[in-house]
């Protein structure tokens, strides 16, 4: 079984109404995740920092252009078994504006983007690291 290691970067974007934006989770083959609610962020890259990764992923994701105003003083540790891989997965978060842009959903491995209150965004099947980043805040 192969294993190899990640480091994801997530951001809690928030809007002027307060809300923060989720999108759900279109991917199949990560069974844990499939359908779930996450927040906007993805896998950093060789030579990026974890605000470089951010602002890349949330662009890449949905159009926004975005000014990080906080890393979460937390990260979040898991291991994930899938058919032929093992995943350490570590999961840094930051707290984000949207400064410009339209709301795109730009990724096949996103089904929706949805903007939501705190309150609602809890009461949604979220995956435990957005669950865990948005009970923080």
């Not at 570590?90 to 996103?110: A, H, M, P, T, W």
């Amino acid at each position: 079984m192969e294993k190899k290691s990640i480091i994801v970067v997530l951001g809690i974007i928030e809007n002027e109404q307060g809300e923060v934006l989720l999108s759900l989770r279109n991917d199949p083959k990560f069974p844990g995740a499939h359908l779930k609610w996450d927040l906007i962020g993805g896998k950093n890259e060789m030579g990026e920092s974890l605000e470089e990764t951010l602002i890349r992923e949330v662009d890449e994701e949905t159009g926004f252009k975005i000014k990080i105003e906080k890393m979460l003083p937390y990260s979040i540790c898991k291991n994930w078994e899938l058919l032929e891989l093992f995943q350490h997965t570590l999961l840094f978060c930051y707290v984000c504006r949207v400064v410009s842009g339209e709301l795109q959903n730009r990724e096949d491995k996103i089904r929706e983007l949805r903007w939501v209150t705190q309150e609602e965004a809890l009461k949604l099947d979220l995956l435990f690291s957005a669950r865990e980043y948005l009970e923080m805040l």
